[in-house]
C-alpha cells in the first residue's frame, strides 16, 4: 500500500464525513490519521500486518480498519459508501478557500446548491448576498476562490505528479520489449505544478503490441492509442501521454516528449538554419532520418551541447546552449548544508539527535535548525526556556560529534509591524536567523512591502523564509513588492530562501535570476517537519536549477564557517 495514497483516501474521507455533519471528534479523526501515515517512517503494510501500526500515535479503530481494506483491495468501502451519500460537487465547493464544510451544508440545504457552477451562478445573480450568513462580501470573495479554482483545477503538486509518473515507469518499464523508459514533460523540466504526467519509451514493439501489454499487465489503467503513442489514464484521475519510438530514436522522443512547446520551437529554428528538420517522429537532414539513440546524439545533431531539462522552457537557453555559455547548474551534492529544520521543539515529529543523524547519514557536513518562535503559539514556539534547553542539548550533541554541526537558528515570525519575533537579546543567542511571514497576511501591498523590509533592516536577519507565502493550488502570494524585496536583500545581505516544501517552492524559479542578477544570495530550505520532509530540498534544488542558479549563488554550498561568516557578517555591518 502506497502510504501517501492511503493518506490521500483518509484526507478524503474527513472531507465527506465533514459534509455529511458528521461528528467533529470522527473528522478530526481521519484527519489526524491522515498526517500519521504520511509521515510514518516505516513499511506501512508491514505495520498493518505486525500490528505495530495500531500503536501509532492518530491512528484509531475505524481509520485502521479504512486501511485493512484499502491494503487488501485497492479500495475503500466507506469511501463508496459516502459518495453515495454526498454529492461530489460538494466535496469540490470544499476547495474554494475561506468555504467551509458547514457554510457549504447551509447551501445545500436552503439553496438547493450542490455544484461548484450553481454556487457561481447564485455569487453572481445576488442570491448569495441574499442569504443570512453570507451577503455581498462573502459573495465576492467566492467569486475570487472559484476563479482560483478554475485557473488551478486539474493540477497536481510536482511530489504528487512525479509519484504517479514513477508508478507508471515502473507499470511500463516491467513490459516485454520496452527497454527504455523515462518521465518526460513537465515532471522532467521540473515545474512546480503539472497536469499531465508524459513517458518516453523506447521499445523494439509497436504502439498497439505496447498498449496491449500494458492493459494485460495493469487492469487499472486506462489504456488507449494516439498517434505516436499511448494515451493513459491513472487510477488517480491523472492523464498520462506515452510517447513510444525505436530505441535508435529514444533521444529524440525523450526530447520532443519534454518539451517545452517553445523550446521545440526554438530548436526548429535553430535546426533549420542548419539544414536540420525537428519533426514529431526525429531529425531528418536531406530526408534521411538522423540516428538519435540518446539525448547528447539529438541535440549534438543540432549542432548544440545537451541542455539541462530544467531549463527548456523556452526562454534563452537555446541562444545560450549555441554561444557555450550555459550555466553549470548547482546540484543536491553541492550543498554542504541543510537548512530549516523543524524538530519536536515545535511543530516537527522528531527530536534534533534524529534529524542530525539522517542529515549527516544523507551526507552533510551541517543542520541549520530552526524551530517556530514563540509568537507562533499554533506551531509550539519556543519559549525563551525551550531556547535554553535546545541549545544546551545541541551543544552536547555537538560535542559528541565532530565533522558535523548542529547550527543554532530559529524561524523568527515576522510581526505585522515588521520586528522580528523575541528581543534582540534572544535572538542574539542564535547563530542565525530566518525571518518568515506566517500571520496578517491580508495586508495591501504597501503595508506587507513595508513590513518585510523592516524586518530585512533589523541586522539579526540571515534569511527571508518563502518571502511570498503562496501556496501552490492553495493560496494566492501575499501582496508584496518582489523587485524592492530583492533589491534591500541585495543591500543589506539578506539571503531569500528557496522553501522546498513542495507547497510552497518559494522564491519562484522565474524570479530566481533577477535576484541573482541584483546580487542577491539564495538560501535552499528544506522545510521539513520530519525525517521524510528533509527530502523537501531536492525540489528546492530543481528550483534553483529552473532558475539558472549555480553552486556560488547558493549560501549553503559553503561550508558551516562560511555560512556563519555570512550569518555574522549581517549582524556588525
Ligand atoms: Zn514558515
Ligand atoms: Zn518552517
Known sequence: ???????????????????????????????????????????????????????????????????????????????????????????EMRRISGLGAAK????????????VAELELAARNGRLAATPGFGGKTAEKILRGIEFLNRTGGFRLAHHAARAAEQLRLAVAAVGGVERVEPAGSVRRRSEVVRDVDLAVGATITVAELGARLRGAVPRLEVGEQAGGLLVRLEDGTGADVYCAAPGQFGHTLAWATGNK??????????????????????RSGGALLPCPDETAFYAALGLP????????????????????????????DLQGLLHCHSVYSDGTNTVAELADAVRAAGYRYLGLTDHSVAAAYAGGLKPDAIRRQHEEIDALNRACDGFRILKGIEADILADGALDYTSDILDSFEFVIGSVHSRMEQDEAAMTRRVLRAMDDPHLTILGHPTGRLL???????????????????????????????????????CREARDAGVTISIGSDAHSLAGLGNVDFGV?????????????????????????ARQRKTS
Open 104 to 115: 457549504i451544508k447551509v447551501l445545500h440545504e436552503q439553496l438547493r446548491i450542490s455544484t
Open 262 to 283: 517553445t523550446h521545440l520551437e526554438q530548436l526548429t529554428v535553430h535546426g533549420a538554419a542548419r539544414g536540420v528538420t525537428l519533426g514529431p517522429d526525429g531529425l
Open 473 to 511: 493550488l492553495g493560496r494566492e502570494p501575499y501582496a508584496l513588492d518582489v523587485a524592492a524585496v530583492l533589491a534591500r536583500a541585495a543591500e543589506r545581505g539578506v539571503a531569500i530562501e528557496i522553501n522546498g516544501d513542495p507547497q510552497r517552492l518559494d522564491l519562484d524559479w522565474r524570479r
Open 306 to 333: 545537451w541542455i539541462p531539462p530544467e531549463l527548456r522552457e523556452g526562454g534563452d537557453e537555446v541562444a545560450r546552449a549555441a554561444a557555450g555559455t550555459l550555466p553549470r547548474l548547482v546540484e543536491r551534492g
Open 1 to 91: 500500500m502506497d502510504k501517501h495514497a492511503a493518506a490521500h483516501l483518509l484526507d478524503t474521507i474527513a472531507t465527506y464525513l465533514e459534509l455529511k455533519g458528521e461528528n467533529p471528534f470522527k473528522v478530526r479523526a481521519f484527519g489526524n490519521a491522515a498526517r500519521a501515515i504520511g509521515t510514518f517512517s516505516g513499511d506501512v503494510d508491514e505495520a498493518l500486518a505486525s500490528g505495530a501500526l495500531a500503536e501509532v500515535d492518530g491512528i484509531g479503530k475505524a481509520t485502521l480498519e479504512v486501511l485493512r481494506d484499502f491494503a487488501r483491495t485497492g479500495r475503500s468501502t466507506l469511501l463508496e459508501e459516502l459518495r453515495r451519500e454526498v454529492p461530489p460537487g460538494l466535496v
Open 542 to 566: 530543481a528550483v534553483a536549477r529552473k532558475g539558472w542558479l549555480e553552486a556560488t549563488d547558493v549560501l549553503n554550498t559553503r561550508d558551516a564557517e562560511g555560512m556563519l561568516a555570512y
